[in-house]
């Protein structure tokens, strides 16, 4: 074949190429996949905004205290297990869970904190729990190679994060009187484990089945001169009451401390989002704060009401707390990763428009035109991401859609002639209002999504019955 029938060759087959519709509407299909490239750098920095968001959470919940979770008064029995030659080899506690318990989270105050461009909700709050002990009889605990150790019988409360503290504790005893706790573990058990450094110790601070689902911290104060004598008989009880001053951060949880618990908790916060286990079975939302309120019966706890340390589960008190998050409705990040999820459909949404007045109005437009609008839809989410952190979300799509609208409603002006700036416009204005409506739904977003996809291909369809496919567009 000669060098010019190759070239005449070639040139028919280009200009067959330039004049197959079809043939440009695969390349604007691939250049819409090929713009998900600059989307997913877009929404690397946007979870890396994200991440340092993250951080600066952390480290103003180090200041302040981090999310809490209480858990109220629990009565031990420390003991030692002897073996047949009457040598203890283990110490152990035997934990006993209030009969009846409630706790109050009243008047939480939350502060926004801001570190450079985020904000931390952080709250202070006092915290009551009153906890009435159904003390077993001694013969229903004891055995013959369990020793007893009566008066290092202790009460603990627990708190995730002692740092938030912002008062000493004391307990309350029926007669009024008040005893100050102290650090976990502080002259009680360590103290009888002195006499055999070689035992094992299980205690309710120090056990490792607790410690792996939430880092409690224990605050014990000694109550053994309260169990001697008769006190452990029939129908024996013990009332008991705390007050505790904390602060901390995003979350507020109460355990299930006592076989049969109620918890209340009150705040100036608008944003609730309850969460846990025990949904509250009452609850008050307005534009001044929440309340709520819970009841845990016995039967739903699932757990004894009183047994070995070992033997409890005490991990499972952590996965059954009644709690309340923190939500921050102003938070950038998590609207704008939603938006970059549907980037390559309003991305192939706006290069369709393109192509079908392309291809009605027969003007030619450059691949590298595509591309210029596809980048100019993707600088979209990255200003949105940029404006969302210093004025909100809402405020800043209204600017970054609007000079995305206005940029590429007027390149089509330029493109297809002045009359298709408004028509255009039009189209675009809608895409992006669609975009701000899933935005704003969220249990209906993938059904108007499907639909307004489904309808974008059927408009297709119906604007181009007429074209062929194969050469120039039929406009007869």
């Given at each position: ?6 070239i ?39 979870f ?53 318990g ?33 003390l ?22 627990g ?11 004391y ?21 009888i ?14 056990f490792?089945g ?7 911290q224990?605050m014990?104060?000694?109550v ?26 995003q ?5 299930p ?22 949904p509250?079975?009452e609850?008050?939302?307005s ?16 757990m ?19 709690s ?12 704008v ?33 595509y ?27 209204l600017i ?77």
């Amino acid at each position: 074949m000669s060098l010019k029938n190759q070239i005449g060759q070639n040139q028919i087959l280009g200009k067959a190429m330039g004049h197959s519709v079809g043939l440009k509407l695969l390349l604007v299909c691939g250049l819409v996949l090929l713009m998900a490239i600059p989307a997913l750098f877009i929404a690397a920095i946007s979870f890396e905004r994200a991440g340092r968001a993250n951080d600066v959470t952390r480290e103003v919940s180090e200041r302040y205290g981090g999310p809490q979770t209480l858990l109220g008064p629990v009565l031990s029995l420390p003991y030692g297990t002897k073996n047949q030659a009457g040598e203890i080899t283990s110490y152990s506690e035997y934990v006993i869970f209030a009969e009846e318990g409630t706790a109050s989270v009243s008047d939480l105050q939350t502060t926004i904190r801001k570190r450079s461009l985020f904000k931390v909700p952080t709250y202070q709050a006092g915290v009551n729990f009153s906890a009435a002990f159904k003390l077993p009889e001694r013969t229903e605990i004891q055995s013959g190679r369990r020793v007893f150790f009566w008066d290092e019988a202790k009460i603990s409360i627990g708190l995730s994060d002692v740092r938030g503290l912002r008062d000493d504790v004391y307990l309350v005893l029926p007669d009024g009187t008040k005893r100050k706790f102290g650090p976990g573990q502080s002259g009680s058990l360590a103290a009888i484990r002195a006499t055999n450094l070689e035992a094992e110790t299980v205690s309710l601070s120090s056990f490792k089945g607790y410690r792996e689902y939430v880092n409690l911290q224990f605050m014990d104060v000694r109550v053994g001169d309260l169990l001697v004598g008769d006190l452990l008989g029939e129908n024996s009880r013990l009332d008991v009451s705390a007050s505790l001053t904390i602060s901390g951060s995003q979350q507020v949880s109460i355990s299930p401390f006592a076989q049969t618990t109620k918890a209340n908790i009150s705040a100036d916060w608008p944003h609730p989002g309850f969460i846990g286990r025990y949904p509250p079975h009452e609850r008050a939302i307005s534009t001044d704060g929440f309340s709520a309120a819970w009841s845990v019966p016995f039967l739903a706890r699932g757990m004894a009401a009183h047994g070995d340390a070992r033997d409890l589960k005490l991990g499972q008190l952590s996965q059954k707390a009644m709690s309340v998050k923190l939500v921050n409705p102003v938070n950038p990040y998590q609207n704008v990763n939603r938006s970059l999820k549907y980037s390559v459909l309003f991305i192939g949404m706006v290069f369709l428009a393109y192509f079908l007045f392309e291809t009605l109005v027969g003007v030619k437009v450059h691949a590298a035109q595509y591309v210029l609008i596809g980048l100019a839809q993707c600088v979209f989410y990255l200003l949105l991401l940029a404006f969302a952190e210093q004025i909100g979300f809402n405020f800043a799509f209204l600017i970054a859609a609007g000079a995305t609208v206005i940029l590429t409603s007027t390149y089509a002006g330029v493109v297809f002639g002045k009359d298709y700036r408004l028509k255009a416009g039009a189209v675009f204005v809608a895409t992006y209002g669609l975009l701000y409506v899933l935005m704003r739904m969220q249990d209906f977003a993938l059904m108007v999504g499907a639909l307004a996809s489904f309808l974008a291909i059927a408009a297709t369809m119906y604007l181009t019955r007429n074209v062929n496919w194969y050469g120039q567009t039929n406009t007869s």
